[in-house]
């Protein structure tokens, strides 16, 4: 069983819609979560950390973690065609040294 | 200039051959590591490294090695290329810390094996 499972997608949205990114994990001493954005030919880059339950945001981004059933959520609100690329979530155990990654979900945001 | 650098960004080799990809960062982070991307696959580890002198094996490591010259740089090689090796691969950087940290990555190295 993989560390991490993320919804492979594609996805492809219009323009301003609400977007719902999920992942789920098998280990519950999982205790950090986070968030990568990855534009096509470019490396990953971090959108949302956190490491508790509950919602985070940052602008038209929510992260949403339920630890008691293993379950992440990224929300993009009014997305833009500048959201369109991967996203992938990851990981990782506290005392841990590595962070595990979901496969990733490909988002298209149509003009 | 970019913080993680990579070299080369695309290769194309034949079966047998040795390769060496190369990473460089001015971040000043102890701690590096070497994934590998593919399609539905997503990032797998193959190699990290916390210090100069510390070499962990990843998930993947089977085929490939790793030497860390300096706080800078980490070199991931293929010893005797494969296939199956054709991939993306990514270098990361990350703050020692008591706990996971924020990865930064590379640019990525395009690998095709022929």
């Known amino acids: 069983q993989k560390e991490v499972e993320q919804d492979p997608g594609p996805l492809s949205v219009p323009e301003g819609a609400i977007v719902s990114l999920n992942c789920t994990y098998s280990?519950?001493?999982?205790?950090?979560f986070m968030w990568y954005r990855q534009y096509s030919r470019k490396g990953p880059e971090l959108l949302m950390y956190?490491?508790?339950?509950g919602n985070k945001e940052d602008g038209r981004f929510t992260a949403q973690v339920d630890k008691s059933s293993k379950y992440i959520s990224l929300f993009i609100r009014d997305s833009q065609p500048s959201d369109s690329a991967t996203y992938l979530c990851?990981?990782?155990?506290?005392?841990?040294?590595?962070?595990?990654f979901g496969t990733g979900t490909s988002l298209t945001v149509i003009p | 200039d970019a913080d993680v650098t990579q070299t080369p960004r695309n290769r194309i080799t034949k079966t047998g051959k040795r390769i060496m990809l190369e990473c460089s960062q001015t971040?000043?982070?102890?701690?590096m590591y070497w994934y590998r991307q593919d399609p539905g696959l997503g990032l797998r580890l193959i190699y990290y490294?916390?210090?100069?002198?510390?070499?962990n094996k990843g998930e993947i490591s089977d085929g490939y090695s790793v030497s860390r010259q300096a706080q800078a740089k980490f070199s991931l090689s293929l010893e005797s290329a494969i296939p199956n090796q054709t991939a993306l691969y990514f270098c990361?950087?990350?703050?020692?810390?008591?706990?996971?940290?924020?990865?930064?990555f590379g640019p990525g190295t395009r690998l095709t094996v022929l």
């Open positions: 280990n519950s001493a999982f205790q950090y």
């Open positions: 490294s916390f210090d100069v002198k510390d070499i």
């Open positions: 971040k000043g982070h102890d701690r």
């Open positions: 990851a990981i990782g155990a506290s005392g841990g040294n590595q962070f595990y």
């Open positions: 956190t490491y508790s339950s």
């Open positions: 990361a950087t990350s703050e020692l810390a008591g706990g996971p940290t924020e990865q930064f």
